[in-house]
């Protein structure tokens, strides 16, 4: 649906995209990452066709593919009520088809029937969330940019933007969902990318990416009752990964590219620390949360 080829842009002196590359496929809900400064909103701004990029290529998987933007902040006419604001919307995007059709249509789509009546100053950020994806997806975009969506939202209020996005992936829109929210992200996306210093640091699906920051260091964790100290010795004869003790937690890790398997570790360490007196009360094989993986990313 979209591939991105070595594109860069700059602001001045200041180099903001400096070959970045970005492959979303068409269906994916794409989790698309970084700290603020990264690139993401020019890069979003470049596909959208707002600003001009320096160098690189842009490729979409259709001719005139069709793209619908929702920014961080949408900006709209509060004096209007949100029927007003979509019948506008229709009107900019010249639609050709039953115009109050498609507006009822986008309008249950994002659940706004009764709110819709309202004019737009009253309206809460949660709905004026509902009403920008609202605008974003009236034109049948086969692209839909989102910029922090769920931003300044309670949670109820982030469930149901969420809830809204996961509908209309599966109504077959293909989604780039720009969110520092993290869990959002591990809920909803099926294919993320993190950017770092304009640069495309980690591309692909969440559970690719788990398995190969997990072969990096995987945690044997083991709850314990008694004297830890009376486990260092039976544990230093395995060798090959570090072993700690956090609180009453016997933490074994193991390292990037080693041989060791898990699960006998886990057997060996068990047997060691009930030798030396010691009562398991836990145990888990811990993998990388997206969020670990992020912050390791961005440095």
Avoid: W
């Avoid at 998987?61 to 793209?67: A, D, F, R, T, V």
């Amino acid at each position: 649906m979209l591939h991105i080829k070595n594109l860069h842009k700059s602001y001045g002196a200041f180099e903001v995209l400096r070959g970045l590359e970005m492959n979303v496929n068409k269906g994916d809900i794409y989790g698309f990452l970084g700290k603020n400064g990264c690139g993401k909103t020019t890069t979003m701004n470049i596909v959208s066709n707002i600003i001009p990029k320096d160098s690189g290529e842009i490729n979409f998987g259709k001719e005139n593919c069709k793209i619908g933007y929702l920014p961080e902040t949408p900006s709209m006419f509060t004096y209007m009520n949100g029927y007003e604001y979509l019948d506008y919307i229709a009107s900019c995007c010249s639609y050709k088809d039953n115009k109050k059709k498609r507006i009822d249509e986008v309008i249950n789509i994002v659940g706004m029937a009764e709110g819709g009546k309202r004019r737009i100053k009253g309206y809460s950020r949660g709905m004026n969330q509902r009403l920008g994806i609202a605008a974003a997806i009236f034109d049948h975009p086969d692209l839909l940019i989102l910029d922090e969506p769920t931003s300044a939202l309670d949670p109820q209020g982030r469930a149901e933007v969420m809830s809204i996005i996961k509908n209309l992936a599966d109504m077959g829109t293909t989604i780039i969902l720009c969110t520092h929210i993290l869990s959002d992200v591990e809920r909803t996306a099926n294919r993320i990318g993190i950017v770092r210093d304009g640069r495309m640091a980690v591309e692909g699906t969440i559970s690719e990416i788990k398995e190969q920051y997990d072969k990096a260091g995987k945690k044997i964790v083991m709850g314990i009752f008694g004297d830890p100290t009376a486990a260092i010795q039976p544990v230093s004869t395995l060798t090959g990964g570090n072993f700690y003790f956090d609180r009453q937690r016997a933490v074994f890790e193991i390292p990037l590219a080693s041989d060791i398997n898990e699960q006998e570790t886990a057997h060996r360490l068990f047997d060691l620390l009930n030798s030396a007196g010691l009562t398991v009360s836990l145990f888990v094989i811990e993998n990388k949360t997206l969020e670990q993986i992020y912050m390791e990313t961005i440095g």
